[in-house]
Structures are given as C-alpha cells and as structure tokens.
C-alpha cells in the first residue's frame, strides 16, 4: 500500500520559514509526482508545488507561492521537500502532501489518489 508521511508544520513568525517533508512508500513504480496542497480555513483546497521525483525540471509553483517556496528530493529517502521562506500569514493553512503516478497537468488535485495526513502552518503577523 501506499503510504504519506508529512511532518514539519509548526507556529512561525511571518518572514520566518518551515520545512515540511513527504515520505512515501509503497510505490512500485519510480516515476511518480508529489505535490502540496493546502487548505485554509473557510477555503478550499489549493495547489502549492508538484514535482516528477524524476524531473525535477518541471517542478510546478502556485503564483502566490513563487520565489518563496522550493521543492527537493531526496531519492534515497523517498522523501520529498517544500521548504518554505519568508512565510506570511495568508500561508496559514493545513498543508497536504499527495502522490500518484505522473499525470499531466502536475499539479491537478484530482489528479492525485493518495494523500497523507495534514500538518498544520501557523503564520503570525
């Protein structure tokens, strides 16, 4: 079975940053996307950053989240990344991670079938 690990969430200071992490397991196919989703509150989900772990070339980044936040892999760990700076308190959410075998657009939210369990990121002003 396919499992999501996602831990990092936490209480930051806006302009500070988090580090969130995806760990996957379960996937008998090395060519899989994940993404970061988010909800907030009163909100529906929405699109943060979907990478190919084997193209990381065309990672995707939402608009409101460019130049802020960056993907990585880590291949060994089956482990992917969304380090997130200069954070600010409209990035208050439950943030997401999601895998599925790569499908184009990458970042769709119904393009992923499996989620793991939220972590929350708290910015304060």
């Known amino acids: 079975d396919v499992q999501l690990q996602a831990s990092g969430g936490g209480l930051v200071q806006a302009g500070g940053s988090l580090r969130l992490s995806c760990a996957a397991s379960?996937?008998?196919?090395?060519?899989?996307?994940v993404g970061w989703f988010r909800r907030a509150p009163g909100k529906e989900r929405e699109r943060v950053s979907c990478?190919?772990?084997?193209?990381?070339?065309?990672?995707y980044y939402a608009d409101s989240v460019k130049g802020r936040f960056t993907m990585s892999v880590d291949n060994a760990k089956n482990t992917v990344y969304l380090q997130m700076n200069s954070l600010k308190p409209e990035d208050t959410a439950v943030y997401y991670c999601?895998?599925?075998?790569?499908?184009?657009?990458?970042?769709?939210?119904?393009?992923?079938?499996?989620w793991g369990q939220g972590t929350q990121v708290t910015v304060s002003s």
């Open positions: 999601a895998a599925d075998p790569v499908t184009y657009p990458l970042c769709a939210v119904g393009a992923y079938d499996y």
């Open positions: 379960g996937f008998t196919s090395a060519d899989y996307a």
């Open positions: 990478i190919n772990v084997n193209n990381v070339g065309s990672t």
